[in-house]
Nanobody, 122 residues
């Protein structure tokens, strides 16, 4: 069974940096769009950044200029480099990916990671 495995969260002081990584476990055929979302306590999950297979990116206004999403298609991995972190960036960060498991079936399914906690202290 394929799962998205995230890593890189933690506790950092305001102004610091963290890098999140996410990759699927198990065998897959291909990955299309990938992205990062976050959910702070008492708030709805929100988009942080997305990236297409071809490298086209999209960012939430709140993170533009501070966060950078990238991917390594050979490793099926997506990254989120987070710089100049602010206390309001504190949230659980979730990886998202549209995965096709089988060349034969060609069905694309959205997968979510289990979430990784990012805490920014002031």
């Amino acid at each position: 069974q394929v799962q998205l495995v995230e890593s890189g969260g933690g506790l950092v002081q305001a102004g610091g940096s963290l890098r999140l990584s996410c990759a699927p476990s198990g065998s897959i055929f291909s990955i299309n769009d990938m992205g990062w979302y976050r959910q702070a306590p008492g708030k709805q999950r929100e988009l942080v950044a997305t990236i297409t297979k071809g490298g086209i990116t999209n960012y939430a206004d709140s993170v533009k200029g501070r966060f950078t999403i990238s991917r390594d298609n050979a490793k099926n991995t997506v990254y989120l480099q987070m710089n100049s972190l602010k206390p309001e960036d504190t949230a659980v960060y979730y990886c998202n990916a549209y995965i096709t498991l089988s060349r034969m079936l060609q069905i694309q399914t959205a997968y979510w990671g289990q979430g990784t906690q990012v805490t920014v202290s002031s």
